[in-house]
C-alpha cells in the first residue's frame, strides 16, 4: 500500500523557503572537475568584493599602515595613465 504524502503548513512551507533564501545567500554553485559544487560566497561590501572595495576608498595612510603598498597611488601611475589617454586621442 503506498504511503499517504502529507501536505506541510503554510507556516512549515515559509521556514523551507526562508532557509532556502538563507543558503542562497551564504552559498553559490561552481564547477570543480566537471561537477557542480556548493562554496561559500566572498564577503560582500556594499554589493562590491571586499578588495575592491577596499580599493576604491581606502587613503595611502590607511594603505601603509596595513602594509598594502603595492595599492598606493604614486605619480608615475598618474603619469602613465595620462599617457594612456593621450595615445587614444586622434592624432591631428
Not at 523551507?16 to 554553485?29: G, N, S, V
Not at 559544487?37 to 576604491?56: H, N, T
Amino acid at each position: 500500500m503506498p504511503k499517504i504524502k502529507k501536505k506541510l503548513t503554510t507556516a512549515q512551507k515559509r521556514a523551507i523557503k526562508a532557509e532556502k533564501a538563507e543558503r542562497r545567500k551564504k552559498y553559490e554553485w561552481v564547477f570543480m572537475n566537471g561537477k557542480q559544487v556548493r562554496v561559500k560566497r566572498r564577503p560582500m561590501i556594499d554589493g562590491m568584493d571586499v578588495d575592491e572595495f577596499i580599493l576604491r576608498n581606502a587613503d595611502p595612510i590607511w594603505l601603509h599602515q596595513n602594509e598594502m603598498w603595492e595599492y598606493i597611488k604614486t605619480d608615475e601611475d598618474r603619469e602613465h595613465i595620462e599617457e594612456d589617454e593621450n595615445e587614444n586621442e586622434i592624432p591631428f
